[in-house]
C-alpha cells in the first residue's frame, strides 16, 4: 500500500461510501460542504480524487450522458478493496486510541 | 451560460491542453446551478470561477494533460512516425532521380558559398581571442578633430604612451609597437622586403606567441632580431636560424637573437621579424616623451583588468593634457579610446590601421550576397516541387482520406526538403573545400584564414543544412497540407487551377530576378575589372616608383633623390594615389 490517508483523503473516501453509486464531484463535493460544513473547491477535491486513484484507493469509470449538466457524463468514483481495509485499519486505531484514553474524552 | 463555458473550456485549454475533462466540466456547470438555486446569480459566478481558478492550477488537470499526453490520439513527436516519415521520404527521392539530383545540386552550389560565409563569420568571432588574457588587452586609439572631422587612428601619440607605461597604474602589462621596419634582404638575386615591428621584450607577454628558441630579452639590444619560422624556413632552410646573421640593404647586419613558435593565423597581427626600438636611432627620448603629433605607425597595447579600465583611461586623458598645446599648434585636438582585442577581428576599419582587419560592414555584405546566391537555389526547390505535386496529389489524398492532419503532411513534406538539404550540405562541404584555396587566393587578408574543417564548424554546416531545409520546404509543405482531398482524388490538380499559384509566381518571379541580377552583376564587374586594368588615369603610371618614407626626413629624401641624374622629379603624399589603404 503506497502511502498513509490523510485526513481530507479520509474524508473523501467516506463521503464516497455514503453516497454508494450516486458518488461523483459534484455530489461529493456537495456532500461534504453540507456535513462537514466546510468550503472546499472542486480543484482540491479533483486534486485529491486524482490522487487516491493513482495510490490504488478509488476507481472512476464515465457514467452515461443525462440530459442536466448539458449532456456531460458524470466520473463515478468507487471505493476499492485495498481503501475499505485501510478505512477498517484507521477506524480500529482511532477506537483503540479512543477507549485507551486518559482522559474523559467524550465529556459534553 | 454559453460563453461562460466557452471561456471556461478556452482556458482548461491553455492549462491542460487535450485533457479530457468532460466530467469536471459537468461538475462546474451542476455546481454552479444548486448554488444559484439556493443564493443568487452574483454569489454563484463567484463560487463557479473560484472553482475554475482552483482546478486550473490543481494536480488533477496537469495529471488529465499528461494522460492525454500519453495517449494513442497524442500528435507530438514520436519516434515511429518519425521513421515512416523518413522512409516515405527517401522513396519518393528514389522514385523521382532527376528531380532529386536537380535539386541536390542547385542546393549545395548555393550552400557552398554561403558554407564559405559561415566559416569565415566564425572565425573572424575567434580572432585574437588564442592570448591568454584577451579579454583584458585593449589597443589605445586617437580620435582626433581637426576643422570639425573626426578621425579615429589605430596609432597614438608616443608622448602619451610612454607616460602611461610609467604613470597609470594597475596596468598590468602595455606593450609599443612600430610597424615602420621594412629590411630588405638580397636571397637569390630577388630583393625580399619582410615585413617587421619594432617592439619590445613586453610583447611577448602581452601577446601568447612562445619562441621556440633563444630568448625574449635579447630585443632589447639593438641590432637584434626575432623572426617567425616560416621566415625562418624561407632564409635559412633546414639549418638552425638562432644565431645567424641577416644581411640587410637598409638596416645592416641584424642577429637573429630568436625563432618563434608557429602561432595561429587568427590573430590581427601581422609580421615576420621582430627587433627592439633600439635598432633604429630615431627613436630617441625626444620621439619618447615629445611627440604628440605625427604619430602615425606607433600602437600602445595595455592589459588592464575590467574593474580598473575606467580608471587607466582616466589617467590616460589627465595624461593627455599635457599634449593639447602641441596639438593645438596643429591645429588639432584629441581624445583616446580604448579598443578590445577581440573586438579588433571583424571590426571597423580606422585611419593608419595596424595589421589586418576585416571590415564589418564588408564582411555583412559578404554574407548577404551569400544569402542572395542561396535564395534562389531555396526558391527553384520550392517552385519544382510545388510543380510535383500534381504527380503527388494522389499520395497526398489517400493520405488525408486515412486521416492524416495537415500538420502531418507539413511534416512529411518538411523531413522530405531536410532529407535533400542535408545530402546538400555534405556536397556543399566537398565544394566549399575546393573552392576555399581559389577564395582564399582571391581575398585580401584571407591568408589569415585557414578554413580548415572542424566538428565544431561541421556541426554548424549541419545547423544551416536543417534551417535551410526547413525554410525551403515550408512553403511547399505549407501548399500541400492545403490540396483538397477530394479534388486530388479525383483528377490530380488540374496545372493553373492550384490555389496559390500566386505564390508560385512569385517566388518564380524573386528567382528569375535575383538570378538575372546576379548575371548582370558578374558582367558589370567583368566590364569594371577590363577598365581599371585598362583605364587612363590621367598620369603615366610608367617608370613612377612609390618608396616609403620610413621616418625619414622628406626634405632629405627628396635633395638625395633630385641628386641623381637619373630621377626627374619627387612627390609626396599620405598614402599611394589610386589605391584606398
Not at chain 1, 81 to 103: H, I
Not at chain 2, 109 to 131: C, V
Not at chain 2, 443 to 457: C, N
Amino acid at each position: 500500500m503506497k502511502g498513509f490517508l490523510g485526513e481530507f483523503e479520509e474524508l473523501v473516501l467516506l463521503t464516497i461510501a455514503n453516497l454508494g453509486n450516486e458518488a461523483y464531484g459534484a455530489a461529493i463535493l456537495e456532500q461534504i460542504e453540507q456535513r462537514a460544513s466546510r468550503k472546499i473547491s472542486l480543484g482540491a477535491l479533483h486534486s485529491t480524487l486524482t490522487r487516491l486513484e493513482e495510490k490504488g484507493f478509488l476507481n472512476s469509470k464515465m457514467g452515461e450522458p443525462t440530459a442536466t449538466r448539458g449532456g456531460r457524463r458524470k466520473r463515478y468514483f468507487t471505493l476499492t478493496g485495498t481503501a475499505v481495509v485501510a478505512l477498517g485499519n484507521m477506524k480500529s486505531l482511532r477506537d483503540e486510541l479512543w477507549s485507551g484514553a486518559n482522559f474523559n474524552l467524550s465529556a459534553e | 451560460m454559453r460563453r461562460l463555458h466557452k471561456l471556461t473550456q478556452l482556458l482548461f485549454h491553455l492549462f491542460g491542453g487535450r485533457a479530457d475533462i468532460e466530467d469536471i466540466l459537468g461538475d462546474l456547470d451542476e455546481v454552479y446551478y444548486s448554488s444559484k438555486e439556493r443564493s443568487n446569480t452574483v454569489v454563484a459566478l463567484w463560487h463557479y470561477w473560484r472553482h475554475v481558478f482552483s482546478l486550473l492550477l490543481s494536480y488533477s488537470l496537469r495529471r488529465r494533460a499528461k494522460d492525454a499526453a500519453y495517449s494513442p490520439y497524442y500528435r507530438g513527436p514520436n519516434v515511429s512516425i518519425m521513421k515512416s516519415y523518413l522512409k516515405v521520404s527517401i522513396r519518393n527521392l528514389k522514385q523521382q532521380k532527376t528531380f532529386t539530383v536537380l535539386n541536390v545540386l542547385g542546393l549545395s552550389t548555393g550552400m557552398s558559398i554561403a558554407l564559405l560565409a559561415l566559416a569565415m563569420f566564425i572565425e573572424l568571432q575567434n580572432f585574437d581571442t588564442f592570448h591568454p588574457h584577451a579579454a583584458e588587452i585593449y589597443q589605445l586609439n586617437t580620435k582626433v578633430i581637426k576643422d570639425g572631422n573626426t578621425e579615429v587612428f589605430a596609432s597614438t601619440p608616443p608622448a602619451l604612451t610612454y607616460a602611461a607605461d610609467a604613470q597609470v597604474t594597475d596596468l598590468k602589462n602595455s606593450v609599443h609597437i612600430n610597424d615602420d621596419f621594412f629590411p630588405v634582404v638580397k636571397k637569390a638575386g630577388n630583393e625580399l622586403r619582410l615585413r617587421g615591428l619594432f617592439t619590445s621584450p613586453d610583447f611577448f607577454n602581452v601577446f601568447a606567441m612562445p619562441l621556440k628558441e633563444g630568448s625574449t630579452i635579447s630585443l632589447s639590444e639593438p641590432g637584434n632580431v626575432i623572426i617567425t619560422e616560416e621566415l625562418a624556413t624561407r632564409l635559412f632552410g633546414e639549418d638552425t636560424a638562432l644565431g645567424k646573421v641577416i644581411e640587410t640593404e637598409n638596416w645592416g647586419s641584424l642577429q637573429v637573437s630568436g625563432v618563434m613558435q608557429t602561432y595561429p593565423k587568427r590573430t590581427h597581427l601581422r609580421f615576420e621579424i621582430l627587433t627592439g626600438f633600439e635598432t633604429s636611432p630615431s627613436f630617441d627620448a625626444r620621439y619618447k616623451n615629445a611627440r604628440w603629433t605625427n604619430f602615425r605607425s606607433n600602437y600602445y597595447y595595455l592589459r588592464v583588468a575590467d574593474d580598473k579600465k575606467a580608471l587607466a583611461m582616466n589617467q590616460i586623458e589627465q595624461l593627455a593634457l599635457q599634449g593639447k598645446s602641441a596639438m593645438a599648434q596643429e591645429n588639432l585636438s584629441a581624445a583616446y579610446q580604448l579598443r578590445p582585442l577581440t573586438t579588433i577581428n571583424p571590426g571597423t576599419t580606422m585611419e593608419d590601421e595596424f595589421g589586418l582587419v576585416f571590415d564589418q560592414q564588408t564582411m555583412w555584405f559578404f554574407f548577404g550576397i551569400a544569402l542572395l546566391i542561396l535564395l534562389p537555389a531555396c526558391f527553384n526547390y520550392s517552385n519544382l516541387s510545388i510543380t510535383r505535386a500534381l504527380k503527388r496529389a494522389k499520395e497526398i489524398g489517400i493520405r488525408k482520406v486515412i486521416g492524416s492532419q495537415k500538420k502531418q503532411i507539413v511534416e512529411q513534406f518538411l523531413v522530405e526538403t531536410v532529407l535533400v538539404s542535408l545530402i546538400s550540405v555534405v556536397l556543399a562541404t566537398v565544394l566549399f573545400h575546393l573552392i576555399r584555396a581559389e577564395f582564399i587566393s582571391m581575398l585580401v587578408g584571407a591568408s589569415a584564414l585557414s578554413f580548415e574543417i572542424t566538428p565544431s564548424l561541421l556541426g554548424v554546416f549541419g545547423a544551416f543544412a536543417l534551417i535551410t531545409g526547413i525554410f525551403t520546404g515550408i512553403i511547399p509543405a505549407a501548399y500541400f497540407a492545403k490540396i483538397s482531398p477530394l479534388a486530388a482524388m479525383k483528377n490530380g490538380i488540374e496545372a493553373g487551377k492550384v490555389s496559390i499559384s500566386g505564390l508560385r509566381k512569385g517566388l518564380l518571379v524573386v528567382q528569375f530576378s535575383l538570378t538575372l541580377g546576379f548575371m548582370m552583376g558578374i558582367g558589370v564587374l567583368a566590364k569594371q575589372y577590363f577598365t581599371v586594368l585598362n583605364y587612363q588615369t590621367g598620369f603615366n603610371k610608367e617608370n613612377i616608383l612609390v618608396l616609403t618614407l620610413e621616418d625619414h626626413h622628406p626634405e632629405i629624401v627628396r635633395n638625395t633623390f633630385l641628386s641623381m641624374p637619373e630621377v626627374g622629379e619627387v612627390s609626396f603624399s599620405s598614402s599611394i594615389p589610386g589605391t584606398l589603404c
